[in-house]
């Protein structure tokens, strides 16, 4: 086998032994085809991680960044308690009424809200509502503008509070300063701001599999 079907075939037995798809995931996965959403989501380990994140957090509030088919949602919003809360913001109304419809049918509707629209414009009216900080936060958007998300990250959390990046690696293309790739460029001045933030304490990974070579970072909030 190649390499990468090597990474194929391991993210296939994880999978099937910690992380199975069920009706419910599967079916917003194929609904999310069917619609045409780019299969850009994170995979079913990656998702279960997100989980698994989450509820070590013992999150309350989480905030995604990005929703496309609400995948992802699916996951963070099963760590939460009963009167827990997600806001998940979209830019494409399209993808949108996808995942409204996806998180309704897994019985998620109660915990979460989809908000559309541009997230920097939809990110300042969320902290105009004064809502309490979030425990966890997943940025997974235009990655060209990732720093300016985790800049109203910060403000939206407390001290405690984990921010998760997705798509930090970009198969390798993050070692090139002079990129004029804008999801390079961002992604590399998010993760230049973890290192450099006095709040903030992170790391960052390298992950292989059926998406390829890429990698998330983790950034704990600090006092």
């Keep these: 086998m190649s390499e990468s079907q090597v990474w194929e075939a391991v993210d296939a037995y994880f999978t099937a032994h910690l992380a199975p798809d069920d009706a419910v995931t599967d079916a917003a996965l194929h609904d999310s085809d069917a619609a045409g959403l780019p299969r850009i989501s994170v995979t079913a380990n990656q998702g279960k991680l997100l989980q698994l994140l989450a509820e070590i957090q013992g999150a309350r509030t989480i905030l995604e960044i990005g929703t496309l088919g609400g995948y992802s949602t699916i996951w963070l919003a099963r760590a939460l308690p009963a009167d827990g809360r997600l806001v998940s913001l979209e830019y494409d109304p399209r993808h949108a009424e996808v995942a409204v419809r996806n998180i309704a049918r897994a019985g998620l509707d109660k915990l979460v809200e989809?908000?559309?629209?541009?997230?920097?414009?939809?990110?300042?009216?969320?902290?105009?509502?004064?809502?309490?900080?979030?425990?966890?936060?997943?940025?997974?958007?235009?990655?060209?503008?990732?720093?300016?998300?985790?800049?109203?990250?910060?403000?939206?959390?407390?001290?405690?509070?984990?921010?998760?990046?997705?798509?930090?690696?970009?198969?390798?293309?993050?070692?090139?300063?002079?990129?004029?790739?804008?999801?390079?460029?961002?992604?590399?001045?998010?993760?230049?701001?973890?290192?450099?933030?006095?709040?903030?304490?992170?790391?960052?990974?390298?992950?292989?599999?059926?998406?390829?070579?890429?990698?998330?970072?983790?950034?704990?909030?600090?006092?």
Aim: hydrophobic share 45%; aromatic share 6%; charged share 25%.
């Design 114 to 223: 989809v908000r559309v629209g541009a997230a920097l414009d939809s990110l300042p009216l969320l902290a105009d509502e004064n809502p309490p900080p979030f425990d966890l936060v997943f940025i997974d958007a235009d990655k060209a503008n990732n720093a300016h998300y985790l800049e109203w990250a910060l403000r939206l959390t407390s001290t405690g509070s984990l921010i998760v990046v997705d798509n930090v690696v970009r198969d390798g293309r993050i070692l090139d300063a002079d990129s004029a790739d804008g999801d390079v460029r961002g992604t590399r001045a998010a993760l230049e701001l973890i290192g450099s933030h006095p709040r903030l304490s992170g790391t960052a990974v390298q992950t292989v599999g059926t998406k390829g070579y890429d990698g998330f970072a983790l950034a704990r909030v600090l006092a």
